[in-house]
């Protein structure tokens, strides 16, 4: 077809003063780029050899849908309704109240990042973080990077440049991302020495490689994303510090996920405050059981932080003043026993659960059918594999035309579906979050014929 077949499409002008988009109140780049969409879509579709083009008022309501989308942020609020609470491809953990006002008072004007406002003078970027850390933890010395990825390669790097680190085979973990512990040693300049079985190690295994001289450091690494059971046998912590003592070796340790103290987590699950009296430098997650921001927790012994501090790594890993000031908030939350969203969703009891999903589905009732049902969710973030954690639901029907719909709902609503019904969990539903549901439910029923 010709250029002639074109000369149908509107004006870009006429369609920009149309009342739809110019009255709109959206930027005059969205609306030109909304409107852009539309023709290209009309141009394609002529060439494809359709003549039929809507009228103009049409044509400018698409554009504004289009214009709409096109302004709305990438990175968007949703509503976790999985049950699955430190949901990783949803943000992991939601900040508490503290926290997120500690975040906006950062980012709205200066703040004294570096500065030590009773000498008049530079101060330190983490000095605050580390205070608390240290209280909370029972160790010497504290550091923060941004995430523990980072803090594992930063505290390999520093610490066991060029020197045999033993690990347990059954220790050679895979994170999220395909990063694997072996490529963080390698990248590190550490030379990985593997000791024991996959489903056995024992301290014979790490002595044997510190008595040739193989290796000159210890790394216990949690498997805390996944679960060996059976014929299986792994030294403790302990152990490996009486073995480390005995061979003046460092040992390092990767616990992952960061459990303070007695919490929601199974009686034998390693803590902080266990595995820093034991190592030189244990490593944790941030917003991984404790709740925070994106971090990677270093503490440990003093000589041992400061060697970490001291490392250019360190600068190339440091944290940003808006995620220091959550995870400020976020320790002196936990200083001070005020449960933070992520430890309330996993310490949540059933009843609780059950009675909050039957008040949901008596709201949701005249909308749509569904019912309060018993169900089981998880900790997630790559936390307390295998541990299921009983929990209560809305079911709703239908499920496939539901989820679609939710999903696209202007606050997104993720749900799972389950046995043919949409499972909406009550657990990581967070105060207020019950009314977006109706509200989109009542939208949904308005629309259907």
């Known amino acids: 077809m010709g250029k002639s077949d074109l000369s149908i499409l509107p004006r870009m002008d006429a369609l920009l003063a149309s009342p739809a988009l110019a009255d709109s109140g959206l930027p005059r780049s969205a609306q030109k780029a909304g409107a852009n969409r539309v023709l290209d879509q009309l141009r394609r579709a002529i060439r494809a050899g359709e003549t039929q083009v809507p009228e103009l008022h049409?044509?400018?309501?698409?554009?504004?849908?289009?214009?709409?989308?096109?302004?709305?942020?990438?990175?968007?609020?949703?509503?976790?309704?999985?049950?699955?609470?430190?949901?990783?491809?949803?943000?992991?953990?939601?900040?508490?109240?503290?926290?997120?006002?500690?975040?906006?008072?950062?980012?709205?004007?200066?703040?004294?990042?570096?500065?030590?406002?009773?000498?008049?003078?530079r101060g330190s970027r983490t000095g605050r973080v580390e205070e608390l850390l240290k209280e909370l933890t029972g160790a010497e010395g504290a550091f923060a990077v941004n995430n523990n990825a980072a803090a594992v390669l930063l505290m390999l790097s520093a610490l066991t440049p060029g020197m045999g680190v033993a690990i347990s085979r059954g220790e050679l973990v895979e994170?999220?991302?395909?990063?694997?512990?072996?490529?963080?040693?390698?990248?590190?300049?550490?030379?990985?020495?593997?000791?024991?079985?996959?489903?056995?190690?024992?301290?014979?295994?790490?002595?044997?490689?510190?008595?040739?001289?193989?290796?000159?450091?210890?790394?216990?690494?949690?498997?805390?994303?996944?679960?060996?059971?059976?014929?299986?046998?792994?030294?403790?912590?302990?152990?490996?510090?009486?073995?480390?003592?005995?061979?003046?070796v460092p040992l390092l340790c990767d616990l992952g996920s960061g459990a303070l103290?007695?919490?929601?987590?199974?009686?034998?699950?390693?803590?902080?405050?266990?595995?820093?009296?034991?190592?030189?430098?244990?490593?944790?997650?941030?917003?991984?059981?404790?709740?925070?921001?994106?971090?990677?927790?270093?503490?440990?012994?003093?000589?041992?932080?400061?060697?970490?501090?001291?490392?250019?790594?360190?600068?190339?890993?440091?944290?940003?003043?808006?995620?220091?000031?959550?995870?400020?908030?976020?320790?002196?939350?936990?200083?001070?026993?005020?449960?933070?969203?992520?430890?309330?969703?996993?310490?949540?009891?059933?009843?609780?659960?059950?009675?909050?999903?039957?008040?949901?589905?008596?709201?949701?009732?005249p909308l749509c059918p569904c019912e309060a049902v018993e169900t089981a969710g998880e900790a997630g973030g790559g936390t307390l594999p295998g541990e299921e954690l009983p929990s209560w639901a809305v079911a709703l029907d239908p499920a496939e035309e539901l989820e679609a719909f939710l999903r696209g709902w202007t606050t997104p609503i993720l749900g799972r579906i389950h046995k043919g019904k949409l499972l909406l969990d009550v657990r990581t539903l967070l105060p207020g979050e019950e009314d977006i549901i109706r509200d989109a439910l009542a939208a949904w029923k308005g629309e259907r014929p």
């Open 58 to 121: 049409i044509l400018a309501q698409q554009a504004r849908q289009a214009a709409e989308e096109l302004a709305r942020p990438g990175l968007r609020q949703v509503v976790n309704a999985t049950g699955v609470a430190l949901h990783t491809n949803l943000g992991r953990a939601p900040l508490s109240r503290r926290a997120a006002e500690a975040v906006a008072q950062a980012a709205e004007g200066y703040s004294n990042l570096e500065y030590d406002l009773d000498a008049g003078k």
């Open 175 to 248: 994170i999220g991302g395909s990063f694997r512990v072996p490529d963080v040693m390698a990248r590190s300049g550490a030379k990985l020495v593997e000791v024991g079985a996959t489903n056995k190690t024992r301290l014979s295994d790490y002595q044997r490689v510190l008595e040739s001289g193989e290796a000159q450091a210890l790394l216990k690494v949690h498997p805390s994303n996944f679960k060996v059971v059976g014929f299986t046998q792994s030294v403790a912590v302990e152990e490996l510090a009486a073995l480390a003592a005995q061979y003046q």
């Open 261 to 365: 103290g007695p919490g929601p987590w199974p009686q034998d699950y390693p803590t902080v405050e266990k595995w820093a009296a034991a190592a030189d430098v244990v490593c944790f997650s941030g917003d991984k059981l404790l709740g925070g921001p994106q971090a990677g927790i270093l503490v440990g012994k003093d000589e041992a932080i400061r060697r970490l501090k001291a490392d250019p790594l360190a600068r190339a890993l440091r944290l940003d003043k808006l995620s220091l000031a959550a995870l400020e908030a976020t320790l002196l939350d936990w200083r001070d026993g005020v449960s933070v969203p992520a430890r309330a969703m996993l310490e949540a009891k059933p009843q609780d659960l059950r009675q909050r999903a039957e008040e949901l589905a008596a709201l949701l009732s």
